[in-house]
């Protein structure tokens, strides 16, 4: 599989399940209506309308693409990983509860480990 190329801070979170900090990425705030894909192989992962605001520092969305992710234990065995289901890039991670949205999850994604497609008019 060909992968795109990666900046080292890409990497850092991609392969290497690291955390950007809050608040720093660029889609954090992003409500555009599009179609988020994998940064490392262009898989589709969620679309705009599920993802809202949740003020924790990350892009939040309550329902992935069907077959987008994978779900895992995280290393620390306490939370869950979410993971491309195509190429394994780390995303970031699930939470259950807190009663954000009707669906009480909250995938909390890294911005750096994805791109935004924006919906063609």
């Not at 179609?35 to 262009?42: L, N």
Request: contains cysteine; proline residues 3%; positive net charge.
């Amino acid at each position: 599989m060909k992968y795109n190329k990666l900046t080292p801070g890409e990497k850092r979170v991609i392969i290497g399940k690291g955390t950007e900090a809050p608040f720093s990425g660029k889609y954090n705030t992003n409500f555009e209506k599009g179609t988020y894909v994998c940064k490392r192989c262009g898989n589709l992962l969620y679309k705009s309308n599920s993802k809202f605001k949740s003020t924790c520092g990350w892009p939040s969305f309550d329902d992935e693409i069907k077959g987008a992710v994978l779900k895992v234990p995280d290393k620390d065995n306490v939370r869950t990983e979410i993971v491309c289901a195509k190429c394994s890039a780390h995303l970031g991670h699930i939470f259950k509860g807190g009663k954000m949205t009707n669906k009480n999850i909250r995938h909390c994604v890294n911005s750096i480990s994805m791109e935004f497609k924006k919906d063609e008019k």
